[in-house]
């Protein structure tokens, strides 16, 4: 079992690496002006468009990252996932950007499919080696604090982007303002990396591992199960700023965000403690597909300034629910293959979570209302995740012994 230091070890680096990928988001307005300054019309839509894109690739990083985890252990995999998010970083700070042209745009969907593969094989790599490391009365907090490491990357990004509109011009944010956030993101190689050169070599052994064959159930079952969560993830994380421009909400983004976090530490300390992570995952869905549209449906409608921020604290905690549990059911579905973890996972999120921008985007501009129903629905593929597909019984000599 690892300790708690080395858990949040772990932790702490995939914060660090998800930083680098959430300041896409931060700086998308800046971006966006490049863009359209060399050349291109709706440049924020094909700003949207490159964070959409660059999902296509994580199917093929969850394979080629997952068999590094499987055969070559989780620790050399997270040090190839944070080499290659940082080196994007830095090569994306560095750009030439007034001399590329329209190219420009071509090259940030290239730097950001490379972050995007990386990242395809952090998250179910982590899941893998910290709930097979953990006693399953701390699976519910160990969950969470998974999904909530990646929160703590989209925080600081809009943190440092904030603090540097404070003190720098819209002029100077534009010519070189916008490169100082990916600078930062660097460090995070050397960071990450002392984080992870101290973990513990985990490599399989052939008689502890499931055989090479993907398994086509578990993976369209962890795709179902992934449906809620990504858009619960995408829509407060690279969203906020188009609802919060329909709600004229100062500063949305960021304390939603930060609300977020910390009612997926309350839910997971609240798992173990009374239920475990599939049926509090389960009651999340049930919340979301019942109550998210008309909690978005009040902030809409009502003029009052206390049930706007009820209805958003509602909606916050139903998101905590699912996201604080993700993890956990994932892993319990996955039978020991970091492989088909991450297919199920990273399709799921391509398919849900890539395009939640730009579905927002669209709906919204009926209505913010219509948001609350996209987030609702999406519901539906996780409870049939759950529930049309039995648990596949595994015999003992593929059960992965840490399941037995």
């Known amino acids: 079992m690892l300790s708690w230091k080395e858990k949040l070890g772990v932790v702490s680096g995939n914060a660090l690496e998800y930083y680098d990928i959430a300041v896409f988001a931060a700086i998308m307005p800046y971006l966006s002006h ?49 080499t290659l998010t940082g080196l994007s970083a830095l090569t994306m700070a560095c750009l030439p950007v007034s001399s590329l042209g329209e190219s420009v745009a071509v090259i940030f969907l290239l730097l950001q499919m490379i972050q995007s593969f990386s990242f395809a094989g952090e998250f179910p790599t982590i899941t893998q080696y910290l709930h097979r490391n953990t006693s399953s009365k701390e699976s519910g907090i160990v969950s969470s604090l998974i999904v909530a490491s990646s929160l703590i990357g989209v925080i600081l990004s809009f943190l440092v982007v904030f603090v540097l509109q404070s003190y720098l011009s819209k002029a100077q944010m534009q010519e070189f303002g916008w490169r100082i956030p990916l600078f930062i993101g660097v460090v995070n190689i050397g960071i990450s990396f002392w984080f992870r050169m101290k973990l513990s070599e985990e490599v399989e052994s052939s008689q502890n591992t499931r055989p090479k064959n993907y398994d086509a159930h578990s993976i369209f079952r962890m795709f179902l199960i992934t449906a809620s969560g990504s858009v619960a993830f995408f829509i407060p994380s690279f969203s906020s700023g188009i609802i919060a421009k329909s709600l004229h909400l100062e500063h949305f983004g960021i304390i939603n965000t930060v609300m977020l976090f910390v009612f997926m530490i309350i839910v997971g300390f609240l798992t173990d403690k009374i239920s475990n992570p599939k049926n509090s995952f389960r009651l999340g869905l049930l919340l979301a597909l019942l109550f998210q549209y008309p909690l978005y449906y009040f902030i809409v409608k009502s003029d009052s300034v206390a049930l706007h921020w009820f209805a958003l604290a509602s909606i916050t905690f139903i998101s905590a629910m699912i996201l604080s549990n993700l993890a956990g059911v994932l892993f319990s579905v996955s039978f020991g293959s970091t492989v088909d973890l991450g297919l199920g996972y990273n399709i799921s999120s391509a398919t849900f979570g890539g395009l939640s921008p730009l579905i927002v985007q669209y709906v919204s501009s009926f209505g913010t209302q219509y948001v609350g129903l996209y987030a609702s629905l999406a519901a539906l593929p996780a409870l049939a995740g759950l529930y049309l597909y039995r648990e596949r019984k595994q015999s003992s000599k593929l059960e992965p012994a840490y399941l037995r």
Do not use: C, H, M, Q
Not at 45 to 70: E, T
């Open 34 to 82: 490049i863009l359209e300054k060399s050349g291109l019309n709706d440049s924020t839509y094909i700003v949207w468009g490159i964070f959409a894109l660059r999902f296509l690739i994580r199917p093929f990083g969850a394979i080629v990252v997952g068999k590094i985890a499987d055969a070559k252990g989780k620790k050399n995999a997270l040090i190839l996932t944070s």
